[in-house]
């Protein structure tokens, strides 16, 4: 799964100035963390010590270095095959959840009808139901004979089932709606802290509604908009079940290839090359995403 | 579009059209009546209050006006055009809110621009116009901050800067110096007042503070429950209440009940536990009814030094029960013989020679005694 989160949140625009810089944090606050790294150490340093202990043993067919090794995984033709699938995967998904997730976050902040309780509900129950039956339920929907295919068929819109299974657009749908709650989460968070009367004072100042929301409401949103892109992305470029089960072996991607690897080839070296360097890419990608953002933000801030 | 600052309005040209107009204008939130027939005028070039208490419907009245709100029934007129169905941009109207609601990710020059970016104006006409309502609200010089890099009392100037920018037909203020400290509301109310005279805008002024609404205001409108209960310059609504709503939201009033028993011409007669009391009638009031005073009216003597009620004069007699030290003044809560409490003001020297436990007389013109039905 993701490996890293830059913490975006706590970059709140606001805050900052009125932070005094070079403080120290008392020690005692220091205790505040420590459960968390022990946490942190046992169930992800010491897992990935061993996968990196793994990837470093000498391979015991050539006997080559390990870095040598990593070089032949990662230039092999077949892994970057898998990088770019992943890498569009990763994109699709994040691109499609913020289409989708912006307008929801946008309508779940501001309305006042009672209903919007339920909304808000819908949007949270695919964390509360199992990824593996929630991705069945893609499969009973989007099969050859499934629901989908049966009403377009009844509706005399296609003459034969179309595939939908075991393809691209039915992996990103599967990841879209696993992950859209953690993109609306963050866009919500973002959007409630924007005061509504600053969106009326562009209105009474002139802005029609497009305007107000080009010029005051999305970039007082961009902080939000900005961690769950990243949030979203690292989930989706880790994910494992959805493609595998999606995908049905058609969508390959580093991680059901690196489950084949450890699991099924039972080549655990190769597995953990690959697991290092899915980290090392989505990290990798992460950190150019963030340098752009302080870009952006530095330009926009003169 | 004009954006000159300093070119004073025609404001006082002979029958100019009013600046903003109610006319039965109502709003209900499910079913509940925030706004009830509201008929206002606000004469060009002039500051009109509209004064309450919270949930009086006078912020739900300003925001009708701007167009945030549509009103179940009624028209909003601005400048004699019909604006009840506009949408806000389109009223050309500018608003100051309690919160300041600069945009936080504009410096002051940007926020001061947007108005006028949003008009498509070019850069160079705006940059002088931006420089120019700066310097209306002594904010030169903090262009390049952004919101957070300023205290509260020039964020209020950035947001009036911002208002004023766009020459808006009328400029709606929403409790703006409700977060400032006591001495900077003052000190805002009379530069507003200033820069009111200067830009010649007309504005419509909402707080629940009656002072800063008898400092700012030409014409006050007091609300209550959704109802305007009285409009009128700051002396009529402060000397000449109609009710005794009015009355007591002016300050501290004692109230007595009675009965009206007869009148003469401008006076009335009316009966009270305390005594026959004979008042100037501005209303017919008649059968059970309620006497007013202002304890700012009322001055407490000692009683053994009594004197006969002349004609001018109202007093009751009691006891002196406490003294409440406010400062510039001292407020006596006297016993009156009837077992009610009577609120009168007097100066602190007054209590080496009226202390606690004195008998006294309070007395009060009949001048300053408003008579309400019950």
């Known amino acids: 799964m ?15 100035p009125s932070r005094p810089r070079g403080r120290r944090t008392p020690p005692a606050a220091l205790w505040l963390l420590a459960p968390g790294l022990g946490v942190l150490g046992v169930l992800f340093l010491y897992p990935l010590a061993r996968v990196v202990a793994l990837g470093a043993t000498a391979d015991p067919r050539t006997l080559g270095s390990p870095s040598s090794a990593l070089a032949a995984v990662i230039l092999s033709p077949y892994v970057w095959r898998l990088t770019t699938t992943t890498l569009a995967l990763a994109c699709w998904t994040t691109l499609v959840a913020l289409a989708l997730g912006y307008p929801m976050a946008y309508y779940l902040v501001r309305s006042t ?26 499969i009973m929907v989007l099969g050859t004979d499934g629901l989908a295919n049966q009403l377009l068929l009844a509706l005399r819109v296609v003459s034969r089932p179309v595939v939908w299974l075991y393809t691209f657009g039915a992996t990103v749908t599967g990841l879209v709606h696993v992950l859209l709650p953690f993109m609306v989460l963050s866009i919500m968070a973002a959007l409630a802290r924007i005061d509504p009367q600053v969106e009326e004072s562009a209105r009474i100042l002139g802005a029609n509604r497009w305007r107000t929301f080009r010029h005051v409401t999305l970039p007082l949103s961009a902080q939000g908009v900005a961690g769950g892109c990243a949030l979203v992305f690292s989930l989706a470029m880790g994910s494992y079940v959805t493609p595998a089960l999606l995908g049905g072996g058609k969508v390959q991607v580093l991680a059901t290839q690196i489950y084949a690897q450890m699991l099924e080839i039972v080549d655990w070296r190769t597995g953990a090359l690959l697991s290092l360097y899915l980290a090392g890419l989505t990290l990798l990608v992460l950190l150019a995403y963030a340098l752009l953002l302080r870009r952006a933000e530095a330009y926009r801030g003169g | 579009m004009a954006v000159a600052m300093t070119r004073a309005h025609p404001a006082v040209a002979p029958a100019a059209p009013p600046a903003l107009e109610l006319v039965g204008v109502s709003k209900s939130f499910r079913g509940v009546g925030a706004v009830r027939d509201v008929s206002l005028t606000l004469p060009a070039g002039t500051i009109l209050s509209l004064l309450g208490p919270s949930g009086c419907g006078k912020t739900t009245t300003l925001r009708i006006v701007a167009g945030f709100v549509a009103p179940d029934t009624g028209q909003v007129r601005i400048g004699s055009e019909d604006v009840t169905d506009l949408p806000p ?46 310097r209306l609200v002594r904010m030169t010089g903090l262009e390049a901050r952004y919101p957070r890099e300023l205290s509260g009392g020039q964020q209020q100037r950035v947001a009036l800067a911002r208002a004023i920018v766009t020459r808006p037909r009328v400029l709606l203020l929403d409790e703006p110096f409700g977060a400032l400290d006591r001495q900077l509301r003052e000190e805002m109310q009379i530069e507003l007042k200033q820069l009111q005279r200067t830009v010649g805008i007309s504005f419509v002024f909402v707080t629940h503070d009656q002072e800063e609404a008898l400092t700012i205001s030409d014409r006050i409108a007091v609300m209550r429950s959704g109802v305007i209960e009285q409009v009128g310059t700051p002396d009529e609504v402060f000397e000449q209440p109609r009710s005794l709503f009015v009355a007591s939201f002016f300050g501290t009033v004692n109230v007595f009940e009675g009965t009206v028993s007869g009148s003469d011409g401008s006076a009335i007669l009316v009966a009270g536990p305390l005594g026959r009391w004979r008042v100037p009638a501005r209303a017919p009031v008649s059968g059970a009814c309620v006497v007013a005073v202002r304890a700012a009216d009322v001055a407490v003597r000692r009683a053994d030094r009594d004197e006969a009620d002349d004609g001018d004069w109202l007093s009751i007699h009691g006891r002196v029960e406490n003294i409440v030290y406010k400062g510039t003044t001292v407020l006596y809560q006297i016993r009156a013989r009837d077992g009610s409490l009577v609120l009168a003001a007097g100066e602190p020297a007054l209590r080496a020679s009226v202390p606690v436990g004195a008998p006294v007389s309070a007395a009060w013109r009949a001048a300053r005694t408003h008579v309400f039905p019950r």
């Open chain 1, 2 to 16: 993701a490996t890293v989160r830059p913490d975006f949140a706590s970059r709140t625009r606001d805050a900052a």
């Open chain 1, 113 to 138: 009808s009672r209903h919007r309780y339920l909304a808000f509900i819908a949007v949270l129950a695919p964390l509360m139901v199992s990824i593996v039956v929630r991705t069945l339920g893609w």
């Open chain 2, 89 to 134: 941009h389109l009223r050309h109207l500018g608003m100051v809110f309690q919160n300041y609601a600069l945009f936080p990710h504009m410096t002051v020059f940007e926020n001061v621009a947007f108005g006028l970016r949003m008009r498509n104006l070019g850069a160079a006409e705006i940059g002088p116009a931006v420089r120019a309502a700066l």
